[in-house]
């Protein structure tokens, strides 16, 4: 069971917008960098945001981050049908030595 | 563009090591500083194993921490991961991936299966 907890699945009609949350605490998301991750079935994970809210190149502005207190999401805007799979979030917790993190992931299902 | 390939056995028995390697191309492996091992159980999410740095120096889990090693050789241009004692809750598919900074891995290897059985 990870320390960041998302929402198992999420789901959105084409078009649609819809977010993903990532819960923290104090010690990791409160006072750290949030990056998330989309993983298509089959496939390595793919950077979509670092440094909490930045896009790598080649990212849509559709996908944007932010972060309030020791939650952060995940905001796609206009879903598109290649839109739909895992999405996970990552940080490292202050308190721990080494203690890098994922979150469990949300599948996301457009419909 | 920097690629990233693991390799290494597929099948490891308990109690094994399992080892693998991440081939680096398109860059020099010393001009990044991080890079770094994760794992995938089957139908779950992602598990940071560790580090190693350019010059050597690692990071590890907690949870691997008395039987995980990691290694660099710059003149191959690749790093390497050793995991002793493994069970079958070893079985994943693992993943090397550069660290950009800030624990953001921007770049990942297209995983390779591992399966501990006998």
């Known amino acids: 069971q990870s320390v960041l907890t998302q929402p198992p699945s999420v789901s959105a009609a084409p078009g649609h917008n819809v977010t993903i949350s990532c819960s923290g605490g104090p010690s990791n998301i409160g006072e750290n960098y949030v990056s998330w991750y989309q993983q298509l079935p089959g496939t390595a994970p793919k950077l979509l945001i670092f440094d909490t809210s930045q896009r790598p190149s080649g990212i849509p502005d559709r996908f944007s981050g932010s972060k309030s207190g020791t939650s952060a999401t995940l905001h796609i805007a206009g879903l598109q049908t290649g839109d739909e799979a895992d999405y996970f979030c990552?940080?490292?917790?202050?308190?721990?030595?080494?203690?890098?993190?994922f979150g469990g992931g949300t599948k996301l299902t457009v419909l | 563009q920097v690629q990233l390939h693991e390799s290494g056995p597929g099948l490891v028995k308990p109690s094994g090591t399992l080892s693998l390697t991440c081939s680096v191309s398109?860059?020099?492996?010393?001009?990044?500083?991080?890079w770094c091992w994760v794992r995938q159980s089957p139908g779950k999410g992602l598990e940071w194993i560790g580090e190693v740095y350019q010059t050597g120096s690692t990071n590890y889990h907690g949870s691997f921490k008395s039987r995980v090693g990691m290694s660099i050789d710059r003149s191959k241009n690749q790093f390497s991961l050793e995991l002793t004692s493994v069970t079958a809750a070893d079985t994943a598919v693992y993943y090397c991936?550069?660290?950009?900074?800030?624990?953001?891995?921007?770049?990942w290897g297209p995983g390779t299966v591992v399966v501990v059985s006998s």
């Open positions: 990552g940080t490292w917790d202050t308190n721990v030595f080494a203690g890098r993190m």
């Open positions: 991936a550069r660290d950009r900074g800030n624990n953001a891995f921007d770049v």
């Open positions: 398109g860059a020099s492996i010393a001009s990044y500083k991080w």
